[in-house]
């Protein structure tokens, strides 16, 4: 009988992250579409060496830009922010103050020489806290392209007054070129199990991966539409991967700061 409850929870859970995947490729379909032409446009615009840089200020929303980063399939060209601020690597308790507080966003994109030219991805599960409405104004004023990736809903639903607003009060999707929504719920976690006061089962992780993860592939085609081949690592567990994956290391080490 507990098995049978165990199997019914994970259905539900595998049922809720599937509605909301299946929400983003319906509905954000567009979205997705246009941001995978910017990143075309930039590499074959700029060169085959230009970065895309992909930034998530917000302890779990660091996974979403390791996600996409040095990643079997994905694009060489994409270069993460791995600022220590906010890495849970740093402490749960310090990510959360620091992604609080203001004009540290503005730091990290300054220190990382960000300017016009540039293509920013900025993605947050809620699109609300400090450091990531400071990076996008600061990317805004410094004449980059932002694409933002965060759950309109959350933000719209949080109040003004939350602790972890920016001063100025605003919400990633106002800010940038380009908005993905990704869904995510207020709250983030899904599941319900009776006799347990707080929803569990978090889903915003899910949400961020295969919405970054269907950009670059529709980017990649994109690229390859265009007659550009596009430059993808290759696991270096599989066959010949650390020697396909050293025809790139030369060009964009000293290059990708995290590399």
């Known amino acids: 009988m507990q098995n049978g409850r165990h199997t019914s929870l994970m259905r539900t859970y595998a049922e809720q992250v599937a509605g909301l995947i299946g929400r983003i490729g319906?509905?954000?379909?567009?979205?997705?579409?246009?941001?995978?032409?910017?990143?075309a446009d930039h590499i074959t615009r700029h060169g085959a060496d230009r970065l895309i840089y992909v930034y998530g200020p917000g302890g779990h929303s660091n996974l979403a830009a390791q996600e996409v980063f040095f990643r079997a399939g994905g694009l060489v060209n994409v270069s993460a922010i791995?600022?220590?601020?906010?890495?849970?690597?740093?402490?749960?308790?310090r990510s959360m103050a620091i992604e609080r507080t203001p004009g540290y966003g503005r730091v990290v994109i300054e220190d990382n020489r960000l300017g016009a030219g540039d293509l920013l991805i900025l993605v947050n599960a809620y699109g609300i806290n400090a450091a990531l409405i400071d990076a996008a104004l600061t990317a805004r004023e410094r004449g980059v392209t932002v694409i933002g990736v965060s759950s309109r809903e959350h933000a719209d639903r949080t109040a003004p007054g939350h602790p972890a607003r920016h001063p100025t009060k605003q919400n990633l999707h106002d800010l940038v070129d380009l908005h993905i929504d990704t869904k995510v719920?207020?709250?983030?976690?899904?599941?319900?199990?009776?006799?347990?006061?707080?929803?569990?089962?978090?889903?915003?992780?899910f949400a961020n991966a295969y919405t970054l993860n269907c950009v670059m592939a529709a980017a990649i085609a994109e690229l390859a539409e265009r007659g550009?081949?596009?430059?993808?690592?290759?696991s270096g567990n599989a066959p010949d991967g650390d020697e396909?994956?050293?025809?790139?290391?030369?060009?964009?080490r000293g290059r990708v700061r995290w590399l």
Not at 26 to 31: L, Q
Not at 228 to 234: A, D, L
Request: charge should be negative.
């Open 185 to 205: 719920p207020v709250g983030d976690a899904v599941l319900e199990i009776e006799g347990v006061p707080e929803r569990v089962g978090a889903i915003s992780t």
């Open 244 to 252: 396909r994956n050293g025809l790139f290391l030369d060009r964009f």
């Open 82 to 93: 791995l600022d220590e601020g906010t890495l849970l690597s740093g402490g749960a308790l």
């Open 26 to 39: 319906s509905e954000e379909a567009d979205a997705i579409g246009a941001a995978a032409e910017l990143i």
């Open 228 to 234: 550009t081949v596009p430059e993808i690592w290759r």
